[in-house]
Every structure is written in C-alpha cells, then in structure tokens.
C-alpha cells in the first residue's frame, strides 16, 4: 500500500540518481557515488541545504564587463531597447544558476515558475519575480502568494495595474483562485466551482483595486527587490462578503494605503485556511516529483496526509517536500514490485534533459559566467532560441495555465514530446558532441569531451560488457536487460569482438591516440543518449 513512511537503510546508485534526477539539475557520477552512501533522510537534508547563489549579483553588462545593472543601479527603467539581450541575459543568468545548484532550489523555483505564470516583460521585473522564486523555493507559500501579488510583473500581466474601485478588473483575482492557489472544484451549478464562486471573484478583485505597478526603485523592505505599491483613492474601501465556500466570511475594507496591504493579508489568509487549497498544491507537488497520475489509493495515503502536514506547518512547505522525497513511495518501495511505477515513469522535461545532460557528462565549458560576460549575448541567444526553445522549453509558458507537461491531464509529461520538438530532442547526443545548437548547428560552450569522459569515470574499460553497464547504470533510469542490454553493447563493439575491443582500450592508454575508441564511444553515447529510454526518469 502506497505510505509516506522514510525509506531504511542507503540508497544505493540506482536510488541516489533518481532522487537526484527528479529533484536536483545537478547529476553526476560523483554526486551519484556520494548520495548512494546516505539514507533518504541524509541526501534529502543535503539537498534542502540551500547554497548561496553564483552570482547574486546577477548577469553582468556585456558592454562594460562589470555593471551589475539589476543588483546596483542606476536603472533607466525603460524597455529594453537592445533587441531582447537585456532579457535574454537574465534568462541565461537563471539557466547558469540552475546549472550550479547542488541543491533542490532551482527545482523548486522551476514549480513556483510554473503555477504563478507570467509573460515576457522588461528585464529587471524577469529578475526580480525570478528572484522571488529562489528566495521562497522551499519557505512559505502563504508569503510567496503576497509577494507574487504585489509584483511589477504580474500586475501588468493580469491586469492588476488596471484595477480600480470604479471598474474592477476580475483578471488577476480569478487566476489567483482558479490557477494559483484553491483551483476549481466540480461545477456544482452557474458560477458555482466547489471551491469558491463568481460572487468570490467579484469580491476578491475588489479587495485588490488600487495596487498596481512601480518603477524599479521602489523595493520591498523584505527582499530588496522592486514591487508595486498602494493606492487608496483607487481602492475599494467597503466590506467584502464572500460565499459559503469561505464560511461566508466579510473582510474589512482597509482604512487607508497602509491598511490595504493588511486586507490583502486577509484575503490571502482565508484562502489559504481552506483545506482544499493545501491538497492543491500537494497534487502539484506529487505531479512535479513523483508521478503524473494520482492513484485513489495516493489520493489517500499520500495527498491527503501531506496536505494535513503542509497545512499544519502555516504553508512552510520544507518539511512536506522532506516528507515526499523521504517516502518509500517516492523510491517505489511501498508496494511488492519496486520498478513498475515510479522510477523511469515520467518524462523529462527540456530543462530536466539539456541541464541534466549539460551536468552528467560535465559538458559545461562557460567558465565563471561574470568573468566571461560575451555569453551573455551570443550563447544567451543561441542556447535559449536555436537550442532549448527547439526542443520544447520557453521561459515563459504559453497560456496563464503554466507548461501542461507539468500539470495538465490527461497527458502530463507526455506533453513535453510533440510533432514540432521531437526530432530537436533527439538531436541531442549529437548537438553534446559537436558543442553545437540543435537547430542551425550554431556554436555553444556546451560540449562532451567524450573519450576523457570515459577514460575518468569509469574502471575496467577493457571489458566491453563491464564498460557498457557502467555507462547505462549512470544514464538510465534502469538496467537494461537481455537483448536491450546486447543492443547497446552491439553499439560499442560494431565489427570488433571483446578481446579486440581491449586491445583497442589498452592502445588507446598506451599511445594516447584516442581515434578508433573514439569512433566506438561515439557509437555508444549516441545510442544510449538517443534512446527512448534516456527521455526518462
């Protein structure tokens, strides 16, 4: 019976790297080796150590070098009048963060990016909501709601910024219950969800009239970063009586501008007491970890009492995450088959795949991204637009109801492969390769140098069979087995039989001329990472 109780014992390589897969960037044979010596509850309190950034100062100027125009200022304020780098260079910041994260952050920035879904905007606001996500990857989602409420970013996006006591705009109040935090229910009747109503609509956008947008200078004394501000001859004043879906509760009209920030703490606090909301965001959780689809059984044993964690904590979501990665469940340990449901079950996302490629075969060849600041104009462009966006991963999701490879049914993952990005994605190996974008083959420091891979990761490559399993123990989320196994082997040796493959090892380390070892490696690596096995973990 699927159980939350933690998993015994050391994870062992097998366990280690799928923990690590689903909920780090930051795989590789030696992170692999460390975590195969913890128990859950070690590697997973390892993970949850968050590590400073990299660059907390943020991208640097690539014109000057050393300006770290969205940390120190002066801000000019405007859009962003050099064809998009500015953004571009935010993004390739984030993607160089995320890289560098040994920790579960980044992950978990990554999920928060996917609920509070927002659009292309100037630069500092991409940084600064971005930077919210960071700051409150595993702390309270309570305080991130407010504080992603009040961001310049989503104000205009939703709306918000246009929303005044005399013409309530209903955008960002609806996609604040219906996407962000309780979600609907089953429809019980017109304009009746479960969860709340069109009434609560109406009444929660009056309680947001007269917040809106700021200028960069205007900081939050909490995390530095820009944020709107209040304005109370825009906002409505009145009480607000919501439905019988929040214990028709009445909020107090604020009395002033200061006020109003606590009768957003007001409405924020009554949807998140609602049980409902806290089973929310568990499902969301379990989709984005564990599995895509949720069993009754799950529903039960597993949603039902992280929700009663998560709610019982005040929304600190920490220790309900702590839970989840800790859990039998979570390794396929809870029922008497332990390869049939969990491990290998979900498809990667883009980012899971290029990153977690980028980290396995340590192909990152960027440097000190700050010191090396030309990346963020030629590589920012080509690894964002020839290269991820190809093979299905925009930094902004298509509609408000964020990536549907995360979330959405009936699909879920399997709405990461598509006619338009399948064949990008199976480009690949070759791309690592060459150090070349999959689309239009352009130049990125992103480059497998393949037979030192091999030659440092490795034991015993004389021994096809030996060299081949270790490989495939490393990449895939499970051993292949029987003619599967005879397949990616068949690969290495192509003409050559096992003693002649040693002969060519051992040549290869006695006169350093690496170019038929290479030739089969090549052979080796394409199949194993062009495998439909590999798209999983």
Known sequence: MANLSPRPGVLGNRLAAHLLRRASFAVSKDRINAFAGMTATEAVETLLAIPPLVHPEGPIN???????WLTTGPYDNGPDTFMGRKRRAVWLWVVNEMLHDPSVRHKMALFWHSIFVTEEDRDWSEFDLFRLFQMYATGNIKTLACKVTLDNKMLRYLNNNNNRRDSPNENYAREFLELFTILKGPVQSTGDYTNYTEEDIKQAARVLTGFDDEGFDNKDPETGLSTGRAIYNRHHAGFKTFSAAFGNQTITGAT??????RELQDFVDMVFNQPETARAYVRRLYHFFVKDIISEEAEQTIIQPLADQLYNDAYHIENTLKTLLCSRHFYDEDDSNAKDEVIGGKLK???DYVLGA??????????VLNNNVEHYDTTAQRFLYNHLEHIGFTFYPLSVEGYPGFFKAPNYSKFWFDQ???AYRF????????????QNNRDIPFQVDLVP????????????DELVRQFLELTLPEMPQGERFDYFLQKLLGDLSPINWMFEWQGYLQSGNDESVKVALTDLFEAVVGSPEFQTF
């Open 358 to 367: 980028i980290n396995l075969f340590d192909a990152n060849k960027m440097g």
């Open 62 to 68: 690539w014109m000057d070098g050393t300006t770290a």
């Open 349 to 351: 996302s883009p980012l």
């Open 420 to 422: 338009s990005t399948i």
């Open 256 to 261: 002033d501008e200061a006020d109003m920030y």
């Open 427 to 438: 480009r690949l190996p070759y791309a690592l390769l060459e150090g070349k974008t999959v």
């Open 453 to 464: 891979f091999f030659r440092d990761n490795f034991t015993n490559q004389e021994y096809a």
